[in-house]
């Protein structure tokens, strides 16, 4: 995984940023044998005329502003601030070619500079990953440090009263070096933990060093570090309160604690104190649930004073709220203070002790993301299809108490759950497949394979069926860091990769695989349907060409959000629901 630091990549226009007058921008320039007919300027998409000129204008802006700038395979940054205008020539697919002239030359030029010593740097970084978190902290901050000083102390040999070396470019730029490095000083904990198992905090001068520039300055928000900063200046600070806190409660329950309890102390302007609350209160509900939010919820609004973070937070809830109307919230298990929820959907025309096949479906997410609600929609496809559909909640990793293990156990539960509650679910306790994408489907094989967690007489976790989607059933070659972050430290990998503990005996299966799949490769799904065949089970694998992780097209990254190609995808689903009739589970 590569771990690019970012140095001064975007900053955008924000509401937040402080005056400087209002006044247009203009960035404009002239490209040598134009391949293009658009260049992207921030968010901006810019016309190239049949001579290679285009004409950017930032409309009414009030403080200086660093546009990332994207043409073919090119990319670099551009420094401009209100009333001044920016001229650029170089020749297509050239980088180096790059000249500027008119306002601000020198700003610019020396971020052109910077931008061949990021890449640099971050090689450097890539490839010493491991070797530099090992070292000790003295050792850390210094490499840093000297990392630090090869963007920062050419500022120093600038010409004095250049005028397009702005007093604000110096300020920012060295403000969003300064954050981009102490993030990583921040993070350093965590990570020389993860590399040597030796558990570190961070020396008070350490504190002192990274907490420098102040993070609650309007001026600093939109620049690129800033908020990855504070995000990890806030978490480890909430740790802080988070370990001297010995209550039995779930960790996110115990970190929002925190968060309303530091935000205050950090952040004085009232803005960015609200902008804070509602970015962790925002993910907190989607992760989390409306549930395990109530509470919380009810503090903000009391508190927050800026309008617009109010309206966002509320206008999530009853979005969340609405999404819930046409279906039943069941809490199936509550561990620790935090529930977990079963959303059920039931056919309208199902009738008082009626027992129908169910369906449980397990969002994938990497164990990390994700919620209930990414499964409505084929929950609402199998209740039409007649059977009780259940998209469910499972508790997501989170580095500290939350692993795998403990979704794994969930997902045992959930089924559990159902077959204990079967007659006021209306559900037949044997007919209830199991359906999981990606790393939810990895939670739908433990259910069948690693079945020892909640025990109740008579009734187990081992769906009748399973349907398995880009599944995550085998772990070859993780990075350390991966295995960390998903099933924490103290957990053997083979333990819980469902290749290696395939049994004869275990549920009709179908697999749905791309095969070109680089999230969950073919050969390691190939080898599960192998071995499940070798052992007398019934497996169906189906493999699509041309398409990658969750059916999205090979020429395209498959590694992060879903891009399938719908034909392809309605094909795979097709034959999902063909494999539920061919065992009688609908009709």
């Known amino acids: 995984m590569r771990r690019a630091l970012l140095i001064f990549l975007l900053i955008t226009i924000s509401h937040l940023t402080y005056s400087q007058g209002i006044k247009d921008a203009q960035i404009r320039g002239t490209i040598i044998n134009a391949t293009d007919k658009t260049i992207k300027i921030g968010e901006n998409t810019v016309p190239i005329s049949e001579s290679g000129e285009f004409n950017f204008t930032s409309n009414n802006i009030n403080s200086p502003i660093f546009y990332e700038v994207t043409y073919a395979n090119l990319y670099w940054v551009v420094f401009t601030e209100p009333g001044n205008t920016i001229e650029l020539r170089f020749k297509s697919g050239d980088l180096s070619s790059l000249e500027y002239k008119g306002d601000l030359k020198s700003s610019n030029d020396y971020l052109k500079k910077t931008s061949i010593l990021n890449n640099v740097t971050n090689d450097f970084l890539n490839n010493k990953w491991v070797q530099i978190h090992s070292q ?3 050792r850390f901050i210094s490499i840093i440090d000297s990392l630090k000083g090869l963007f920062l102390n050419p500022l120093a040999s600038l010409p004095e009263g250049n005028k397009d070396i702005s007093k604000d470019f110096t300020k920012l730029f060295k403000a969003d070096v300064n954050l981009g490095f102490n993030r990583l000083i921040v993070q350093y904990p965590e990570r020389h933990f993860n590399y040597t198992g030796e558990k570190d905090i961070l020396s008070q001068a350490s504190l002192d060093y990274v907490n420098s520039p102040s993070i609650d300055n309007l001026e600093f928000f939109d620049l690129s570090n800033y908020k990855r900063f504070c995000v990890s200046w806030i978490d480890y600070k909430a740790d802080i309160i988070i370990n001297a806190n010995s209550l039995s409660k779930h960790y996110n329950l115990k970190k929002m604690d925190a968060i309303f309890q530091l935000l205050p102390e950090i952040f004085k302007n009232q803005t960015l104190l609200d902008y804070w609350l509602s970015e962790y209160l925002y993910k907190h509900i989607e992760d989390n649930g409306i549930a395990n939010s109530e509470n919380y919820l009810k503090k903000f609004n009391s508190n927050c004073r800026t309008e617009i973070y109010k309206t966002k937070i509320n206008e999530l809830y009853t979005s969340i709220l609405e999404g819930q109307k046409d279906h039943l919230v069941k809490t199936y298990k509550t561990t620790n203070g935090f529930n977990l929820q079963a959303h059920i959907f039931s056919p309208d025309n199902i009738i008082k002790g009626e027992k129908r096949p169910a369906i449980v479906i397990f969002h994938g997410g990497g164990w990390n993301g994700g919620n209930p609600s990414w499964a409505f929609g084929k929950a609402k496809h199998f209740r039409d299809l007649g059977m009780i559909a259940i998209a469910a909640q499972y508790r997501l990793t989170n580095r500290k108490d939350i692993t795998a293990i403990e979704s794994m156990s969930d997902a045992r539960d959930l089924i559990k759950w159902m077959r204990l509650k079967s007659d006021s679910l209306n559900i037949s306790p044997d007919s209830i497949v199991a359906y999981g994408w990606s790393a939810g489907a990895h939670l739908v094989v433990s259910t069948a394979i690693f079945n020892d967690s909640l ?16 599944p995550a059933v085998s772990f070859v070659s993780p990075s350390i860091e991966w295995k960390y972050s998903v099933f924490g430290p103290n957990v053997s990998l083979s333990s819980v990769n469902p290749v290696e503990h395939v049994r004869k005996g275990l549920p009709p299966t179908i697999i749905l695989e791309g095969r070109n799949d680089s999230v969950t490769p073919l050969d390691g799904v190939q080898l599960f349907y192998d071995k499940m065949l070798a052992n007398g089970n019934y497996c169906e694998l189906w493999i699509y060409d041309g398409v990658g992780h969750l059916f999205t097209p090979s020429y395209l990254n498959d590694s992060g959000w ?11 689903f097709n034959q999902a629901d063909e494999f539920l009739r061919k065992f009688g589970y609908i009709h």
């Not at 891009?563 to 094909?571: L, M, N, S, Y």
């Open 136 to 138: 000790k902290e003295s």
């Open 455 to 470: 025990r109740i007489p008579h009734i187990n976790s081992i769906p009748n069926a399973m349907i398995l989607v880009s």
């Open 562 to 572: 879903p891009q399938p190609d719908k034909e392809i995808e309605r094909k795979a």
